[in-house]
């Protein structure tokens, strides 16, 4: 996803479209006498349309970086052309609280299973420490025939009933006691950390979502400021009450809104991959959570 998004920046961050723009709006509008402040004006606008040009420039290398660094995990080489067809739009992430979500991952995860069943594991074997203190009978029986032929053969039976109390092993059974004991506080510990980090990381999760959220609409609604400021802009300079340089800056904070705006949905997207990976079995939500068909 990140480099969806910084494919996505470096789009929205292209500085011919802001001279293409202004050259267009120039021959619509009525002239103007060329004064020092106008050629001010100019230079300002070229000054901010080579620094739009050195952004993305580095975004085209960060781009390219990241190509590199995906064409790496998943086992291709690195001079290997990818070309990013899917998109990762916008989609609401899935109605769920934070109880259902602990419900959820306590039920799927594997390391709480885990830990669950290293805890059952201790606690057997506690108990059969334990029972060692106990007596124990046992009892055993033969039965079959002997003789020559079976016309002369003779049944014989055998039944031995043995009792074994452990006297002599008092020693040896406490021993055994004590350590599955300590297994079993060490066991119980470890399933306490592991359920106390899975509530972190779904609360973590929802929290970051929450804010991802808030900004998110916060981006989407200055992007849609920024936009009607340029509309509004670019009137006045058709009109001959605006100069270029105005044009430029209200380009600029339409790019920085867009930017913005990607940002934050990288941020909102990668907010709902972490709370599925929280819960668990992410790999079979991925298409749930991001939307994706």
Same mark, same amino acid.
């Given at each position: 996803?990140?480099?969806? +998004?910084?494919?996505?920046?470096?789009?929205?961050?292209? /500085?011919?479209? $802001? %001279?293409?723009? @202004?050259? &267009?709006?120039?021959?619509?509008?009525?002239?103007?006498?060329?004064?020092?402040?106008?050629?001010?004006?100019?230079?300002?606008?070229?000054?901010?349309?080579?620094?739009?040009?050195?952004?993305?420039?580095?975004?085209?290398?960060?781009?390219?970086?990241?190509?590199?660094?995906?064409?790496?995990?998943?086992?291709?080489?690195?001079?290997?052309?990818?070309?990013?067809?899917?998109?990762?739009?916008?989609?609401?992430?899935?109605?769920?609280?934070?109880?259902?979500?602990?419900?959820?991952?306590?039920?799927?995860?594997?390391?709480?299973?885990?830990?669950? +069943?290293?805890?059952?594991?201790?606690?057997?074997?506690? /108990?059969?420490? $334990? %029972?060692?203190? @106990?007596? &124990?009978?046992?009892?055993?029986?033969?039965?079959?025939?002997?003789?020559?032929?079976?016309?002369?053969?003779?049944?014989?039976?055998?039944?031995?009933?043995?009792?074994?109390?452990?006297?002599?092993?008092?020693?040896?059974?406490?021993?055994?006691?004590?350590?599955?004991?300590?297994?079993?506080?060490?066991?119980?510990?470890?399933?306490?950390?592991?359920?106390?980090?899975?509530?972190?990381?779904?609360?973590?999760?929802?929290?970051?979502?929450?804010?991802?959220?808030?900004?998110?609409?916060?981006?989407?609604?200055?992007?849609?400021?920024?936009?009607?400021?340029?509309?509004?802009?670019?009137?006045?300079?058709?009109?001959?009450?605006?100069?270029?340089?105005?044009?430029?800056?209200?380009?600029?904070?339409?790019?920085?809104?867009?930017?913005?705006?990607?940002?934050?949905?990288?941020?909102?997207?990668?907010?709902?991959?972490?709370?599925?990976?929280?819960?668990?079995?992410?790999?079979?939500?991925?298409?749930?959570?991001?939307?994706?068909?």
């Amino acid at each position: 996803m990140r480099q969806i +998004a910084t494919n996505s920046r470096i789009k929205v961050s292209g /500085a011919h479209e $802001v %001279a293409d723009e @202004l050259l &267009a709006i120039g021959r619509k509008a009525p002239s103007i006498k060329v004064d020092i402040t106008t050629i001010r004006n100019l230079a300002a606008t070229f000054d901010r349309t080579g620094t739009q040009q050195q952004r993305v420039i580095t975004l085209q290398t960060d781009f390219a970086k990241q190509k590199i660094n995906l064409a790496r995990l998943i086992g291709l080489a690195p001079t290997s052309e990818l070309i990013l067809a899917d998109k990762v739009p916008y989609s609401p992430a899935p109605s769920l609280t934070v109880e259902d979500a602990l419900k959820a991952a306590l039920t799927t995860r594997s390391d709480f299973k885990a830990a669950d +069943a290293a805890a059952r594991s201790a606690q057997r074997a506690h /108990a059969a420490a $334990v %029972a060692e203190r @106990l007596p &124990a009978l046992s009892v055993s029986a033969d039965y079959g025939a002997i003789g020559v032929n079976p016309a002369q053969a003779y049944a014989t039976y055998n039944v031995t009933g043995t009792l074994r109390v452990p006297i002599w092993l008092g020693g040896k059974t406490e021993g055994d006691i004590e350590q599955s004991k300590a297994s079993l506080n060490q066991r119980r510990a470890e399933l306490s950390e592991v359920e106390g980090r899975i509530q972190s990381d779904v609360t973590n999760a929802f929290l970051d979502l929450e804010a991802a959220t808030s900004q998110l609409q916060v981006a989407e609604s200055n992007r849609k400021v920024a936009r009607q400021n340029l509309d509004l802009t670019r009137q006045r300079l058709e009109s001959g009450i605006a100069d270029s340089v105005e044009v430029t800056q209200a380009q600029q904070t339409v790019a920085t809104a867009e930017l913005d705006s990607i940002t934050s949905l990288l941020a909102y997207n990668l907010a709902k991959l972490s709370l599925a990976r929280s819960i668990g079995d992410s790999e079979n939500k991925l298409s749930q959570y991001l939307g994706l068909p």
